[in-house]
Antibody, heavy 121, light 106 residues
Framework: QVQLQQSGPGLVKPSQTLSLTCAVS??????????WNWIRQSPSRGLEWLGR?????????DYAVSVKSRITINADTSKNQFSLQLNSVTPEDTAVYYC???????????WGQGTLVTVSS | SYEVTQPLSVSVALGQTARITCGGN??????VHWYQQKPGQAPVLVIY???NRPSGIPERFSGSNSGNTATLTISRAQGGDEADYYC?????????FGGGTNLTVL
């Protein structure tokens, strides 16, 4: 059974960097048939896909246009986990953040538990 | 950017059939996935690839996709089906979600 366990702070100050980690069990993040995603949800923006990382002989990343200048998703194969960094946050980045897996058929089949991140001074 | 539209709310009588639509330009040419989300929980995949059910999802859940509209159908609706439902597609290398539909079972 695949499980995704999120960790990271729930409060970030404006202009600082939001950092979250997603630890994966039951699958390898280096799998050639899966990708590892970050998605957020807020009342104003609904569900918003932020980006993904995946391994196909080398690592690739795709990012949403809305956050492309501020986001980095990294994979740590030694710990079988991946991370999200979102720079220069504002209160508009306040949301529940989820990590999720999608296999080759591109649906998000396993999700983390969600982390409420509030951007406030 | 690819726009995906859903009705804000749908109501269905207990035991009847609910249909939730997902609109998009030529969405019939895309693979549509559906998620159920209950308050305080992460979304759960209920339909993938237009009409496929993951293991553990009741046969009462089905999906179709043609033209500019995809549809999630919930037969014999139960109280436990009350939730928000989201459709999702990929356009090139970006995932897009619909705004979500709140299903009420009367």
């Amino acid at each position: 059974q695949v499980q995704l366990q999120q960790s990271g702070p729930g409060l970030v100050k404006p202009s600082q960097t939001l950092s979250l980690t997603c630890a994966v069990s039951g699958d390898s993040i280096s799998s050639n048939s899966a990708a590892w995603n970050w998605i957020r949800q807020s009342p104003s923006r609904g569900l918003e896909w932020l980006g993904r990382t995946y391994y196909r002989s080398k690592w690739f990343n795709d990012y949403a246009v809305s956050v492309k200048s501020r986001i980095t998703i990294n994979a740590d194969t030694s710990k079988n986990q991946f991370s999200l960094q979102l720079n220069s946050v504002t209160p508009e980045d306040t949301a529940v953040y989820y990590c999720a897996r999608h296999p080759s058929w591109l649906a998000f089949d396993y999700w983390g538990q969600g982390t409420l991140v509030t951007v406030s001074s | 950017s690819y726009e995906v539209t859903q009705p804000l709310s749908v109501s269905v009588a207990l035991g009847q059939t609910a249909r939730i639509t997902c609109g998009g330009n030529h969405i019939g040419s895309k693979s549509v996935h559906w998620y159920q989300q209950k308050p305080g929980q992460a979304p759960v995949l209920v339909i993938y690839g237009n009409g496929n059910r993951p293991s553990g999802i009741p046969e009462r859940f089905s999906g179709s996709n043609s033209g500019n509209t995809a549809t999630l159908t919930i037969s014999r609706a139960q109280g436990g089906d009350e939730a928000d439902y989201y459709c999702q597609v990929w356009d090139s290398t970006t995932a897009f979600f619909g705004g979500g539909t709140n299903l009420t079972v009367l």
